[in-house]
């Protein structure tokens, strides 16, 4: 209804540029050369819907673009109906459609209605032939005999789910030898048949995008890639085709020489399956960043997974004897502070695990191990400042000019970021005019400091945005803690000679 509604207002002008163009002669060599992207000799395309829903404006688009290369060559438009999903397949759809693409104008030279030479024009009528072309596959090398149950292939997606990666296969079956394979489907084992994708797609050239699928010669990109591939289900154990099989042998044998389609599609020809890692990570960033900004079910969805993560991880985690998760989150607490937390992080997100690895600091108090000097000062004189004391009681450290300004902060200023940052700057300035250091080693001193007591050294948000998400008294906590370790090891520190007896 939508489809009509919207191509009333339309119908005047489709309807007779289509009609127009179907009548029209084979254009002239000179007109060709006006537009290059035209091919020389007549094209035949295709529209090759599936029953499964009703036409909409964008496969409307799509067949269009079609028709009009074919009659602008002097080409043939073929319609062909891809039914093999029966389970989705909608009972009148088939009829909707003729109806449909009629009204709008178009006519197809061969189709499951009118005929032609390279029929049948359903999928659900050339099964032989897609199993024909199966067996080839397998004779040759290129596809191999899956015999994974549902059950196995269902805890596989969710692992590799867990860790944020695609739900690929694992080419269990990939390595069977062929005489086994053999034994395995005459005993009557259910098996699908998957597609060995290369390690690198052969490259092809598309007319808008030019040269696709340049192979890699990097090893290490080509084992990484290799591990993602899913090898697509070419054959399903009932013996139906899927699309990445019927779609390819129909194109063969109708004789289709151009396919117009969305560029989301152009992954479909080149395989469908080679994911690098580092795109892989890319796509995740630029999701989450996307599912945060929009909220939602998605980022619902991506706050329960970080969660589940997490639980599974306060659970399963072996620590040393002395340590353990201290003051964990847990319920809704663990669940707003994951997506405060993801609101100011997404632009990082990769993985589940990797959210925890990273941002744990915020959802329990890591114990402070024993703390090397070299670990902490980083090799910096501003940091080595820090942890020297002045002997006389009236000239503190920057370390309790830092522990005494924060105790000081009005309670109201913890919930803003803006009065944080503004009492940080406050300390920089001061310890700078104190102690004669510039404000840029002045700033390092503190970043590190405050980044080391509060984040337990760990990288995030901005210190003023961190400082908010935990609250003033898990801060003032953990900054008691480091400058009581401190303290205790400063005589250790000194005698060791791993720091001057400085004045900061």
């Known amino acids: 209804m939508l489809l009509r509604r919207h191509l009333q207002v339309q119908r005047k002008g489709i309807r007779p540029l289509c009609r127009t163009l179907s009548s029209s002669p084979t254009p002239s060599v000179g007109e060709r050369r006006a537009s290059q992207q035209l091919p020389s000799a007549p094209a035949r395309t295709r529209f090759a819907p599936s029953p499964t829903g009703y036409l909409h404006l964008g496969s409307l688009r799509t067949a269009l673009f079609n ?10 438009f073929l319609l062909r109906v891809e039914d093999t999903d029966k389970k989705r397949t909608i009972a009148d759809a088939e009829e909707r459609l003729y109806k449909d693409l009629r009204w709008a104008g178009l006519e197809w030279d061969e189709g499951p209605d009118v005929g032609g030479p390279y029929g049948p024009y359903k999928q659900s009528e050339r ?17 191999y005999r899956c015999f994974c149950s549902t059950d196995k292939l269902s805890n596989l997606a969710r692992r590799r789910a867990s860790l944020g990666l695609p739900s690929d296969y694992d ?28 390690v690198e ?9 030019g040269s696709v ?18 090898d697509p289900i070419l054959l399903k154990s009932d013996g139906i085709p899927t699309y990445h099989l019927a779609n390819v042998i129909d194109d063969h044998h109708m004789k289709i020489t151009h396919v117009v389609r969305a560029a989301f599609d152009l992954k479909f020809t080149k395989g469908n399956t080679v994911v690098e890692p580092h795109k892989l990570m890319y796509l995740q960033k630029k999701y989450a960043a996307m599912y945060t900004t929009e909220g939602g079910p998605p980022f619902e969805k991506l706050v329960n997974k970080v969660f589940e993560e997490i639980q599974r991880e306060f659970k399963t985690h072996t620590w040393n004897p002395d340590e353990s998760y201290i003051n964990q989150l847990e319920g809704d607490n663990l669940k707003n502070r994951i997506a405060e937390v993801l609101r100011h992080t997404a632009k990082n997100y990769t993985t589940p695990k990797n959210f925890f690895n990273d941002y744990g600091y915020f959802f329990y108090d890591e114990p402070l191990r024993n703390l090397d000097a070299k670990d902490f000062l980083d090799g910096t004189p501003t940091g080595f400042a820090i942890l020297s004391y002045r002997l006389q009681p009236d000239n503190p450290s920057l370390m309790f000019f830092i522990d005494s300004v924060f105790r000081s902060i009005p309670a109201e200023h913890w919930t803003n970021e803006e009065d944080l940052k503004g009492w940080i700057k406050y300390i920089v300035d001061g310890g700078s005019f104190k102690h004669e250091t510039s404000t840029k080693e002045t700033y390092k001193a503190v970043q590190l400091y405050l980044r080391w007591a509060i984040t337990r050294g760990g990288s995030g948000p901005p210190m ?12 003032l906590q953990r900054l008691e803690e480091l400058q009581n370790v401190l303290s205790d090891r400063r005589g250790t520190l000194l005698e060791d000679g791993k720091i001057e007896m400085t004045t900061f």
């Open 464 to 475: 003023h945005t961190t400082m908010r998400l935990l609250g003033r008294d898990k801060c």
């Open 171 to 198: 080419r269990t079956c990939e390595g069977l030898p062929s005489d086994q394979s053999d034994e395995r489907s005459s005993a009557g084992e259910p098996f699908v048949i998957r597609l060995r994708v290369p």
């Open 127 to 143: 099964t032989a032939l897609y199993q024909e072309h199966a067996d080839k596959l397998l004779k040759t090398g290129h596809a």
């Open 67 to 76: 028709y009009l290369l074919a009659k602008a060559t002097g080409g043939q």
């Open 213 to 230: 699928g340049k192979p890699t010669h990097n090893k290490k990109a080509q084992d990484l890639a290799e591990a993602l591939y899913s």
């Open 201 to 209: 797609p052969p490259e092809y050239v598309d007319l808008v995008y």
